[in-house]
């Protein structure tokens, strides 16, 4: 899709406090435009099918430069000439490879509708068996108790004794904390600092949001080097710059069990009588930075394996929000601003919107996270496979110990073992070929999140049925039935054909 641009020339935008001179800038756009007309050369060049979807204009090209020069002169004019050189310089290392990544990064930043809506539909997943027994087979995949520590589960609550003294360990530190992205050094103050309000010091935070990346290795690294990694957020070399993105504060979050049993105590699942023992539930949790940490902001649940919704509601955090982590929570201020008390139904009209699109409809909110954890509560017994990807994050969030627990991390582990782990995204394109978390900077949806670790489950139970049913198992009237033993010779049938197990008639 093409975006609309306004017609401009190659002339840097006014602004108040310029970090360079008028002639300085000049030179810099043009070098930029140069680089960025080279590499859109070589897409107009190739072959590639979807290269028309690619391709700039001129006017699009030179948009794209003042932007990036505008942007950078405004959010880091400390660094400006830093950043900018970077920059350029990268530009002029780039691969057509990488520069096609770098253009499909950015439609998906301005067009996150076009991603949210892919026009072609997933492919469902074929287990050959029905719901319940799907259900039947669960249990299999369950983490085992012993290894749930292992895995960062929380199994056991921390004592009266162990969170006084993160209680005093946090006064004793009087709100000094580290950035959780530049590793800055910082003061926050919960409930504010009395004599000027603030929340935290240290000032804005210049950050890389993005993780480093190593090029794949060629024949020709032996001759020229090897190379250095990029950071995924702006292709700078790792070490280049002190940050490519900024931040208004610097925000942090705690991982200590009994510093998260300070703010939130932890609850174990209750017995719950109502609900039936067979089903199982698919879970996923926002999180946003607070002064307390990193805060649930929102939280998500759906049946499995079907995927229908059980709970959706955005969550107000017990300390004053810092960053909503955006980009990567899916959950914006208007998110917040348009929500309606959980009390209320959502309103699920459609007015004020164009003709042929729907509303997005507005959230519920509830007030507190014991409010959300009771909610949740309502859908679980101790016996009910929670579903999810490495959601002992999820369960920290929400300060949950549960014992039955299936995590697509174990499921599908890393060849090279933890704590190295595959992404839900990358999980999701190489397991069910199917494309999630494509909003760009929208961020991401949980609802999307926990479908496809529910569908990459239902693979799973698939395929080890497959290998049961090779050793003889059957289903008879809602149970599960081992192969029989093999038959054995005796006196009046000393003659046994065959070596597999015997066939239980149906």
């Not at 983490?143 to 006084?164: D, M, R, T, W």
């Not at 250095?228 to 942090?252: Q, R």
């Not at 017995?271 to 939280?299: H, K, Q, W």
Request: aromatic residues 6%; charged residues 25%.
């Amino acid at each position: 899709p093409a975006k609309d641009a306004v017609q401009e020339t190659l002339n840097p935008r006014m602004l108040p406090h310029p970090p360079a001179s008028h002639t300085i800038r000049l030179a810099i756009v043009t070098k930029l435009l140069e680089q960025i007309v080279r590499l859109n050369d070589e897409v107009i060049k190739s072959q590639e099918p979807t290269k028309k979807a690619l391709e700039l204009s001129k006017q699009e090209m030179i948009s794209m430069v003042l932007d990036e020069e505008e942007t950078t002169a405004r959010d880091s004019p400390s660094v400006y000439s830093n950043v900018i050189k970077l920059r350029i310089v990268a530009l002029k290392k780039m691969k057509l490879e990488d520069w096609k990544l770098d253009r499909l990064r950015q439609i998906a930043k301005d067009f996150p509708e076009v991603n949210r809506q892919p026009s072609n539909a997933p492919s469902p997943v074929e287990t050959g068996l029905s719901v319940q027994e799907e259900l039947l087979l669960l249990p299999k995949l369950l983490i085992n108790q012993g290894s749930l520590q292992k895995f960062g589960y929380v199994s056991i609550a921390p004592s009266g004794a162990e969170i006084a003294q993160a209680k005093n360990g946090v006064e004793a530190a009087q709100g000094w904390e580290q950035c959780d992205r530049c590793r800055t050094r910082f003061q926050v103050f919960p409930g504010r600092r009395a004599e000027d309000g603030a929340l935290t010091t240290g000032g804005s935070c210049l950050y890389h949001y993005g993780k480093p990346v190593r090029p794949s290795k060629e024949r020709t690294d032996a001759i020229k080097g090897h190379k250095d990694a990029l950071y995924s957020c702006c292709n700078e070399p790792v070490g280049a710059s002190v940050g490519c993105t900024k931040a208004d504060t610097h925000v942090f979050k705690i991982s200590e069990v009994k510093r998260l049993a300070a703010v939130l105590p932890f609850e174990r699942t209750p017995p719950n009588e109502s609900i039936m023992p067979a089903r199982a539930v698919c879970f996923d949790c926002e999180m946003g930075y607070t002064v307390y940490g990193m805060e649930l902001i929102r939280l998500t649940a759906t049946t499995w394996p079907r995927g229908e919704e059980l709970m959706d509601v955005l969550v107000r955090p017990k300390g004053e929000m810092l960053d909503l982590n955006s980009r990567f929570s899916g959950v914006w201020p208007h998110h917040f601003a348009d929500a309606v008390p959980y009390e209320t139904s959502p309103d699920q009209s459609e007015e004020g919107s164009e003709a042929g699109e729907v509303a997005e409809r507005a959230i519920q909110l509830v007030d507190s996270p014991e409010m959300a954890r009771s909610l949740l509560f309502q859908f679980l017994t101790l016996e009910t496979p929670l579903i999810g990807h490495a959601i002992e994050n999820d369960l920290n969030a929400t300060r949950i110990i549960h014992p039955s627990v299936i995590d697509t991390v174990v499921l599908y582990p890393h060849p090279r073992g933890l704590p190295l782990r595959y992404g839900l995204k990358m999980l999701v394109s190489k397991h069910l070929d199917r494309n999630i978390q494509m909003g760009g900077q929208q961020g991401h949806d949980s609802k999307e999140d926990a479908r496809a670790a529910g569908d990459l489950v239902r693979l799973k139970v698939g395929q080890i049925w497959k290998v049961m049913m090779r050793e003889g198992w059957t289903i008879q009237d809602g149970k599960l039935l081992p192969p029989l033993p093999p038959p054995t010779a005796t006196p009046n049938n000393p003659k046994v054909l065959g070596s597999g197990g015997a066939r239980r008639k149906r």
